[in-house]
């Protein structure tokens, strides 16, 4: 008999309907003998509804108090979730973040769990209650209701997996396991049956949106062994886990890709310490996260800076360096939103040589020009042309005959 | 500068436009240099939709999750207010049940408050912030979310008014003050400028649906004066205060009525100690309460035994007492739901003889049969004929002249 933490997204949650399926996922789970902890999601769609709402009154709403109103939407479903657990006649609990302990920091919108007090939990488990706890919230220390950011009860989960110390963390959502590609691009796509934290870290801030970075980051800390399944199959979906020797067999578990991003160049800009602190700072400032970075030399003491931003910071991006490349110096700022970056993710990697020859090999064949490159310990990314996203997400897939186990 | 507690109903938070006028109304008075907090209901049908999701699950849906549900309302409103406040420069603060401290028994859906912390609430009126409370809501001493019963934010804003000793609490509704009848059945009804806490009582429990009675019982035991008054216009409404000489020099203050109630006799009853309370303990044990009783004696040691119960509760009732006339050897059971009880109310009865008289004289020159009467010191209540409610109410308001000044 194990505790089991199961997570169930918007969709999982869209009606009443759906509720009652995962009731009886639920009911099932728990009448095996196994203790369970369900944290929900918003039904599909509240979130933003609510933050319609709240735009309709001002388009800067008060963070405090949209953390008040958008924390209704998981309240709605754990409440909705126990009464119809109750009316099947088993014993269920709702718990909201401030009911649950899950201490956060006072970021509103994008708070952060500091420690989850799970007394009351353990408790309700004793007493062999099914406990359903509202995700992507939490509490201040001084009582203010905090949310986690998108995709937060993800993390909600998995940190209650950690501060339980479950056995597993069942992420249900609307796709069955993590993909070595997107299926939509790539037909032969193929579902991984693990994957490391490492890899799902990379694949998910690379724009793979089946976890939330944040809770991959919370499941390495702890080791919560994540199970990412789907709500309408039964079949097993991908665990994440440890990296073991197993894994490092493969070269590459997966390719992903965004179209999230948006390039900007500074060019010419004096080659003097401090300048590029200047640019990076003044774009921090404005709270825009800058994601790959590159510094080109040229002659004369002169260099170009080239660099990618979330695409909705695009034209904030670009009015902030045109008023600083003229203080600075610097000749132009050109920019570039119809981009696209692939990367391939494997831990493999480390030990194997020649992926990224490979991977540039592959793109160059099909006369895709690569604009820029980063790379990690278990990653490359490639910025392209944006109209060659699927081809060569294909080909990498190809070229690493990702469809073969 | 003065302290004002202010409650606004379900209609006057009904759409963000009618939260905008709150806002601007609460702003003003904020402004003037007085503290204010606000105690709001849910936007008006959210309630009823919420319990009819509820419903859908399950005809008994869970207490305790239902007012996890329930409470969801008013955290929107309260949220909302506060960022249009902000959205204006007013510095405003949401605080839901638990958070103002509002601690209550674990009740559901009919929780009694028991105490209220307000130091938060002083804390933040100190830094001269807008406090704006989730109405209807409380929290158990566990943490439990508990809903204090329909029209339960008024309840909510005199406890608070208390706690806070407020100088006065505002009730903002869809009416413009306390009448002495209802103007939709009685043109000539005329708004009252005071009326006692005992009268008020009476009202509320006869029918008029100005105050939640549990608000009233809280304003007199704490001494708050009530300000019932228009959301939609600005002149002053009824002031529900202390009784003073004043008052007693009016024979009656208001003529109520009700059509919420059924009557059921229960024929030659023998009449033995302990068969009334038999009658009464199925009853009560069945969680339905019974207002008026009328015992006549037959000859022969034989009794019929009359009450009335909630209109909701009559087929129910008839049911048990149908079982129990058998049992206890009863003739039988007759029901009629197509009653109504108008009813007198005056502080001036305890010093002015002759009101009894006067309310049955007047009835019975038009005919109007009376069924059942019951009385209290400030009081006197007609079963009649449902048919005759209108005429009767327009009867007695002219018998005593309240029209008048």
């Known amino acids: 008999m194990a505790l089991i933490v199961q997570k169930y997204g918007g969709t999982s949650v869209g009606d009443l309907e759906r509720i009652r399926n995962v009731a009886n996922n639920v009911a099932k789970v728990h009448s095996s003998g196994n203790d369970v902890v369900v944290v929900l999601s918003a039904m599909a769609g509240v979130t933003d509804q609510l933050i319609g709402m709240a735009r309709k009154i001002t388009s800067t709403p008060h963070r405090r108090e949209l953390d008040v109103l958008l924390a209704t939407g998981e309240q709605t479903t754990v409440a909705l979730l126990c009464m119809t657990l109750e009316s099947m006649g088993c014993p269920a609990t709702s718990l909201l973040g401030f009911q649950a302990e899950i201490v956060t920091d006072r970021a509103f919108g994008r708070a952060r769990i500091v420690e989850i007090h799970a007394d009351r939990i353990k408790d309700l488990l004793a007493q062999r209650k099914i406990v359903a706890v ?13 949310t986690l950011g998108r995709g937060g009860s993800d993390t909600s989960a998995v940190a209650l997996a950690a501060a339980l110390k ?5 992420i249900y959502t609307d796709v069955d396991g993590v993909y070595t590609t997107d299926p939509n691009i790539c037909s032969n796509a193929r579902k991984l049956d693990r994957i490391s934290y490492d890899e799902m870290l ?9 976890l939330q970075i944040r809770s991959v980051e919370f499941a390495k800390k702890y ?11 039964e079949e097993k979906g991908t665990m994440v886990v440890e990296e073991d020797k197993d894994m ?3 070269v590459v578990s997966g390719i992903t890709y965004s179209r999230d991003e948006a390039r900007i160049t500074v060019t010419k800009v004096p080659d003097r310490p401090g300048i590029a602190a200047k640019i990076f700072n003044t774009i921090g400032d404005a709270g825009i996260v800058v994601d790959m970075i590159i510094q080109n030399t040229r002659k004369g003491g002169l260099t170009d800076i080239t660099f990618t931003v979330p695409k909705t910071d695009y034209q904030a991006a670009l009015a902030i360096q045109q008023q600083l490349a003229k203080e600075i110096g610097a000749e132009q700022v050109l920019g570039d939103d119809d981009i696209a970056k692939v990367s391939v993710v494997g831990v493999g990697m480390r030990s194997h040589a020649g992926v990224a020859a490979r991977t540039f090999t592959a793109l160059a064949k099909e006369n895709i020009n690569i604009m820029m490159i980063s790379t990690s310990e278990i990653k490359i990314s490639c910025v392209i042309d944006q109209k060659y996203t699927e081809l060569a997400v294909r080909i990498l897939h190809d070229a690493f005959s990702l469809e073969k186990v």
Chains 1, 2 share one sequence.
């Open 134 to 146: 509202a995700g992507f919230q939490g509490r201040a220390v001084n009582g203010d209701i905090t």
């Open 166 to 170: 479950a056995d597993v963390c069942e």
């Open 202 to 210: 990379e694949m998910a801030s690379l724009g793979a949106k089946v």
């Open 223 to 233: 080791n919560v062994p994540v199970h990412v399944r789907s709500s309408f199959k």
């Open 248 to 250: 490092e067999r493969l």
